[in-house]
Each structure stands twice: as C-alpha cells, then as structure tokens.
C-alpha cells in the first residue's frame, strides 16, 4: 500500500471520528484490477476501503448534486480536476463552499486519455493538502483534435459529425456525469415532440449535442468526465473545445473554473473586450 493512499485512509478516519463531515467521498476498489469506483464513506471503519493508484480516473465532483444540504459537511478527495469542477458549482449557486471539506490530493496523472490534456495537476482549493504538490507538466495541445477537424472540408465534417451521432444512443451519460449540467430538470427529460423531443435518429442525436455543447460551453472544466462515461466512445469533449478555441482566439485566454469568483465568460461583458470580430 502507497503512503499517499495510507494518508487518504487516515484523513478520512480521522475526519469521520472527529465528526467533522457527515460522509467522505473518493476512490473505492472493484473486482477488475484496473478499475475503481466512487464510494461514500460514512464510517471510520470504512476509510479502510479507500483506493489510491492510477487508475482512480473517476471525477468525485459531480456526486456533491446529490446532497445540496447536507447536515453536516461533505468530505471530498480533490484533486485539479474535482476542485475546478468545484469552483464553477460554487459559481454557479450549486454548492456551498461551507457546506465542503476539500481534502487535497496532487495528481502524479492516471490511465486516462484526458490526463494527457491535464492543465492543473494540484487542487485549486482545499482544506488541507495532504502531500507536496506536483509540478505542472506541459500538456499536449490542448485544441490538437479541434485544429485536426478545422482541417476537413465542409462536407468532411459533416460526415465526420454525422457518423458520430449515428452511433450516439442517447444514454445521456455525458450530461449524467458533467459536473456542471447541473439543471434540475434536462429539456431531453421534458415530454416534448419536435426537434425537442427524444427521437433516435442522426438529426435529433446531432441536436442534443449541439445543444449540451453550447450549454456547458464556457463553463466546461475540461475534465473528460463526459467521453469517459460514454458507453460508445464519441469524442464528446470535440464540440466544447472547439467553442473554448473560439473563445480563446477571440477574446484571449479562458480556462473555466480556476477560481470561484470569475464569471462565465458568456455571462460577463467588458468594454476592453477584443471585437475584432464586430
């Protein structure tokens, strides 16, 4: 067992017994070797089963939707990515910074693709930070696959987009686990006919995901959660980085979730914006 993961054990102990949260959530073991799960440890005994190790690619974030008052304080394993997903719920009026227990973890990187793209390996915020923070590799190009579907013709990205949605079966995994579509009801769940109804076909599937693209849009955290939840593969993250690329070339550099205090950057206006594009 890894000291960092005999560290995690022991915080959650600790914080359980003393009674300062009411539950921790973070990493448990599954019966595949190169899986793990989420698990809510009410429990001192219980801290027993956390996990630490490289394939604890599940974002925790999300699962703070599922108790906005809680009666006690939330305990949450945060790395980079929990904790800008974090910053953009506290924002957005979905969780109360007083209602958490932030439990820092810097990221050594895990067995997932979007780690490739990882900006931010140490927490942005936290209550206590449980071993040195790590030092920032430089990532990929984080538009790499934009800038390779900007390079098709017209008519190959409509085959490019079109054969992706024919494959989409609208599980609705990507908006289940994105830690910002935090609407209480999705227009998708509504009874409605039309372009917004629920139909299968290529035309509807595009519509859903052009529609959950321009919504999460500028407040996406670039976490991967929506392509790794997806049971078909699609490249998900595509349609909001490329409006994040927009962004960027236009009004210069945006990253989402940073801090809790900036806004959206479709929710802000500032006479000293670039409108080049005007």
């Known amino acids: 067992m890894s000291d960092r993961q ?23 073991a599954t019966r595949f070797c190169d899986r793990t799960t989420p698990v809510f440890i009410d429990s001192p005994e219980g801290a027993a089963s956390l996990v630490w190790n490289e394939h604890a690619v599940n974002s925790l974030a999300k699962y703070l939707l599922d108790d906005k008052y809680p009666d006690k304080k939330i305990g949450l394993f945060a790395r980079g990515c929990e904790s800008r997903a974090v910053n953009r719920m506290i924002k957005d009026n979905q969780v109360k910074r007083e209602s958490l227990y932030l439990i820092g973890v810097p990221c050594d990187g895990k067995s997932s693709d979007r780690c490739r793209l990882c900006r931010e390996r140490n927490p942005l915020v936290y209550d206590v930070l449980l071993w040195e923070p790590e030092a920032n590799a430089a990532p990929a190009d984080r538009f790499e696959r934009v800038r390779g579907v900007e390079a098709m ?21 990507c908006r289940n686990a994105c830690p910002v579509c935090s ?20 035309s509807d599937n595009q519509i859903f995901g ?11 955290i670039e976490c991967g959660e929506c392509e790794r939840a997806c049971p ?30 900036s806004d959206s950057f479709l ?12």
């Open 6 to 28: 005999e560290k995690m054990r022991q915080s959650a102990e600790k914080l359980l017994r003393d009674g300062e949260v009411g539950y921790v959530i973070g990493w448990g």
């Open 153 to 173: 013709s017209p008519d190959e990205r409509y085959r490019y987009w079109g054969g992706v949605y024919d494959r989409c079966i609208r599980c609705y995994a």
């Open 183 to 202: 609407c209480r009801e999705c227009y998708v769940d509504m009874g409605r006919t039309g372009f917004q109804g629920k139909q299968h076909s290529r």
């Open 210 to 220: 052009v529609t959950r693209a321009f919504h999460v849009g500028d407040r996406c």
């Open 232 to 261: 078909m593969g699609l490249p998900i993250m595509g349609q909001t980085q490329k409006m994040l690329k927009e962004i960027n070339e236009l009004s210069g550099e945006y990253e989402c979730g940073l801090d809790a205090d």
């Open 267 to 278: 929710g802000r206006f500032d006479l000293d914006d670039k409108d080049e594009f005007m």
